[in-house]
């Protein structure tokens, strides 16, 4: 099992930029794939974005490529995910992953992941 810790979630205002964090106090978060999703009320889980092992390669859904990035720190233990120019539909709790399952390889949408965090809530306000 690996617990997944988040943070860095909170209100901001539509157009401004938010930087969330993660990382496990037990488990090498190296030896995953990491990757973000986020729930929206009323919507399903979707993809927001995830890094290879080594933090060489990475994915973003469509709807925040070229507004976020992910990033992490291996000698912190620490997942990064940054995002800008935030909109209004980006309000969602967004959920730390590990293991992302990515059967059809990378550029494919992931399926899933093994591990979840508690998510972290975000709010873009007008």
């Known amino acids: 099992q690996v617990q997944l810790v988040e943070s860095g979630g909170g209100l901001v205002q539509a157009g401004g930029s938010l930087s969330l964090s993660c990382t496990s106090s037990?488990?090498?978060?190296?030896?995953?794939?990491m990757g973000w999703f986020r729930e929206a009320p009323g919507k399903d889980r979707e993809f927001v974005a995830a890094?290879?092992?080594?933090?060489?390669?990475?994915s973003y859904a469509d709807s925040l490529k070229g507004r976020s990035a992910i990033s992490r720190d291996k000698a912190k233990n620490t997942v990064y995910l940054q995002m800008n120019s935030l909109k209004l539909e980006d309000t969602a709790v967004y959920y730390c992953?590990?293991?992302?399952?990515?059967?059809?390889?990378?550029?494919?949408?992931?399926?899933?992941?093994?591990?979840w965090g508690q998510g972290t809530q975000v709010t873009v306000s007008s």
């Open positions: 037990e488990r090498t978060l190296s030896s995953y794939i």
């Open positions: 992953a590990a293991d992302v399952l990515l059967p059809g390889g990378w550029g494919t949408p992931p399926v899933g992941a093994s591990y």
């Open positions: 890094i290879s092992r080594g933090g060489a390669t990475t």
